[in-house]
């Protein structure tokens, strides 16, 4: 009578319903950290706490969890009269969209999630547009070292949306004026006529953040 040489542990322990609950996990864990990008040559400090003597506001439901609060105050007129300068070499102003629903997009060519989301972008600009909500996208980059870099990326994506310079100063007084300094990209901010900031996205989900976006411009448009 043989006996049967017994299975090793290790075979017996990957079966394969935890092999394919591992590989998920593993999958899920790998999204979250492509989900946005942090730093990079325009580097943003970072502030886990609202600044000093701003006003109290509301939590803004958006891709995380843990977004932080938009105050009601209206964005500051210094950064809504602030000179930005477009890819074409034209200045222009936030108040010079006066009257529409403004949608400010923090990004960079060497950000994967800022890749991912500008076809939907796009989309956004084409099916809003006419609605009366412009769409404007300020790269971190440099404009002298990384122009043609930029420029190449917006003829390559056929970008249609503004596409201008958004320097350390600038994001970082936008993120302020909505409750919290953030060191990531992409972030979207949605300014009602009103001059306030209603929404704020951090970061991207391909199944998340579409839906959310057009939610919230969809809310915006309805205030009038």
Do not use: H
Request: hydrophobic share 40%; with cysteine; aromatic share 6%.
């Amino acid at each position: 009578m043989t006996s049967s040489t017994p299975e090793p542990r290790n075979l017996r322990f990957w079966t394969p319903a935890r092999l394919a609950l591992t590989l998920i996990t593993l999958a899920l864990v790998a999204s979250l950290f492509v989900a946005s990008c942090t730093g990079g040559p325009a580097q943003v400090a970072n502030n886990n706490s609202a600044p000093q003597g701003q006003p109290p506001g509301r939590t803004v439901p958006g891709n995380n969890p843990n977004a932080p609060t938009v105050p009601t105050e209206p964005v500051p007129a210094t950064l809504m009269n602030r000179e930005l300068k477009l890819i074409d070499g034209k200045d222009f102003k936030l108040a010079d969209l006066q009257g529409k629903i403004i949608l400010v997009n923090l990004w960079a060519t060497w950000c994967g999630p800022c890749r991912s989301e500008v076809p939907d972008l796009i989309k956004v600009a084409n099916e809003y547009g006419p609605k009366g909500v412009e769409v404007v996208g300020l790269t971190n980059e440099d404009p002298v070292a990384d122009g043609a870099k930029v420029k190449a990326f917006v003829e390559q994506f056929k970008i249609t949306y503004k596409i201008g310079w958004g320097d350390q100063e600038f994001a970082m007084g936008l993120m302020q004026a909505a409750g919290q300094i953030r060191n990531n990209i992409p972030q979207s901010f949605i300014i009602g006529r009103d001059g306030r900031i209603l929404k704020r996205f951090i970061g991207f989900s391909q199944s998340e953040t579409p839906p959310k976006l057009r939610q919230a411009l969809e809310e915006a448009l309805q205030k009038g």
